[in-house]
């Protein structure tokens, strides 16, 4: 596709740095570059190789060739660039002024500002990425942890997308088999014929199947989780946090009520990004600013997809107690029976009794004892264990998912319908359904708004 303007922006981070980058990319970015920089060997910048570093100055040819700032010019002629186009890169000194001021002058020799996202879109758009690859980089940019890291650039490498078009290619092989069978109608009684189809669409939707199983692990994984910990007042909820969080974030003291309100604080466990809670510890008191600490850690609850309840060893269960063991039944749930240190009042087995199918983690927080048993415990509850990034890709994002569980729905018609002997006709309706959702992962079939509302989701100058 050929843009008729030429786009610029600053590429990196607002602040301080040692570098900062304008990037400028279009049918005017080396006229641009012509018009701006000047190095102490005069090149014209078309001239130059492709992606080289060329040292010099931009200057302002209006006011009397004024040096704004020192440079290094990376040039990169289409169309092996991330763009597809020609690209410009200004390697400034990294504050705001210069790259202001650099950008300025870009602006005033014809280019125009990026919307967000938008040097991505043109990638996209002129086919140097396809749309999973494209939201790769976003996600690669926003990764939360190695893990997230590690999978984010595998769909970049195109992992999820070759997956997806070998899918899409058999249901299009299987498409064209129905739809000759409606030009050619005497075959459409070929018994053997339709048990090879339904064998195949079978087939195709076993994969499939497997494939939307990595999302609700993966999105996981990509978005966080929120964990709580709760339980009654000086178990040594704070403790756990500052334990697992590697500072001594919240206050601790061995008076109970210590914690009033609700501390938020993200850790990365096994390479899950975990929002966790310490609350308020839950008991009846007068104290209204305990009161709603205590309200605010049943609020903590409700949006928490997995709780670590606490037990205090040295005490016996009270009724704050046993209501959470009431709650962790219907909730995923972790006790952790802390202070096991002190002479045993409460024991795992009396969890247990009231939670046989949670599992307890016996600690001694100040001590580290329990932690890595509590860690593990953690992950084998949100992922079954640790998630290893193998052969197969995994699915990490909300549109991917939906995608592909319209590309399930698809085919699962399909295969009804052809199980049930309806015209190919019809069969090949519910085909084209699940193709067309496959194809709007890659972006063989997406529409401009969703494209639209994707990249305006992109850093601008990404
Ligand atoms: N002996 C022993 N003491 C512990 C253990 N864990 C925490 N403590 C102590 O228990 C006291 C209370 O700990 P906190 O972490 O403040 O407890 P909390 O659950 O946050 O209490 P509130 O904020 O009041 O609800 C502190 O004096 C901790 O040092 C443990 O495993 N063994
Ligand atoms: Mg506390």
Do not use: W
């Amino acid at each position: 596709m050929k843009f008729h303007d030429t786009i610029a922006a600053i590429a990196t981070a607002r602040g301080e740095a040692g570098i900062g980058i304008v990037r400028v990319s279009g049918s005017l970015a080396l006229p641009i570059a012509a018009n701006l920089f000047r190095s102490p060997r005069p090149v014209s910048p078309a001239q130059l190789p492709t992606h080289t570093l060329t040292y010099g100055h931009v200057v302002d040819t209006t006011a009397s060739d004024n040096v704004v700032d020192e440079v290094l010019l990376a040039v990169m002629h289409a169309p092996k660039t991330y763009t597809g186009e020609d690209i410009v890169e200004f390697n400034c000194h990294g504050g705001i002024v210069p790259l202001t001021a650099v950008l300025d002058l870009v602006v005033k020799r014809g280019a125009r500002l990026a919307e967000p996202g938008e040097f991505t879109k043109r990638a996209f758009l002129n086919g140097r990425l396809d749309l999973a690859q494209a939201e790769a980089v976003a996600e690669l940019i926003a990764s939360k942890t190695d893990l997230s890291r590690k999978i984010a650039i595998e769909v970049l490498a195109g992992k999820l997308s070759d997956t997806v078009n070998r899918l899409s290619d058999r249901i299009a092989d299987l498409l064209a088999e129905i739809e000759a069978s409606v030009d050619f109608p005497e075959e459409d009684l070929d018994f053997m014929k339709v048990e090879a189809q339904l064998e195949c669409a079978r087939a195709v939707q076993t994969d499939l199947t497997t494939l939307l199983e990595t999302a609700s692990e993966g999105r996981l994984i990509s978005e966080g989780v929120n964990v709580a910990i709760l339980g009654k007042p000086n178990v040594g909820k704070s403790s756990l946090l500052n334990a697992l969080v590697g500072t001594a974030r919240a206050i601790v003291t061995d008076i109970p009520g210590t914690t009033r309100d609700t501390i938020e604080e993200a850790v990365n466990i096994s390479g899950i990004p975990l929002k966790l809670f310490d609350t308020a510890g839950i008991r009846q008191t007068d104290d209204i600013v305990e009161q709603q600490g205590v309200q605010r850690s049943r609020a903590v609850l409700d949006r928490s997809e997995l709780l670590l309840l606490m037990f205090d060893a040295s005490q016996p269960l009270n009724d704050a107690d046993l209501n959470l063991l009431q709650t962790a039944q219907s909730h995923k749930a972790i006790l952790v029976l802390n202070k096991t240190d002190l002479p045993v009042v409460t024991t795992s087995e009396a969890l247990l009794v009231h939670c046989p199918k949670k599992r307890v983690v016996e600690t001694v927080i100040p001590e580290g004892k329990g932690l890595d048993s509590l860690k593990a415990a953690v992950c084998e509850e949100l992922l079954g264990g640790e998630l290893v990034v193998g052969e197969s890709p995994i699915v990490t994002n909300a549109r991917h998912q939906d995608a592909l569980r319209r590309a399930h729905e698809g085919l699962n018609y399909a295969i009804g319908s052809l199980a049930d002997g309806m015209p190919p006709e019809l069969v090949a309706v519910d085909l084209r359904i699940s193709l067309d959702a496959l194809g709007d992962i890659v972006g063989k079939t997406t529409t401009e708004d969703i494209l639209d509302r994707i990249f305006s989701q992109f850093c601008v100058g990404k």
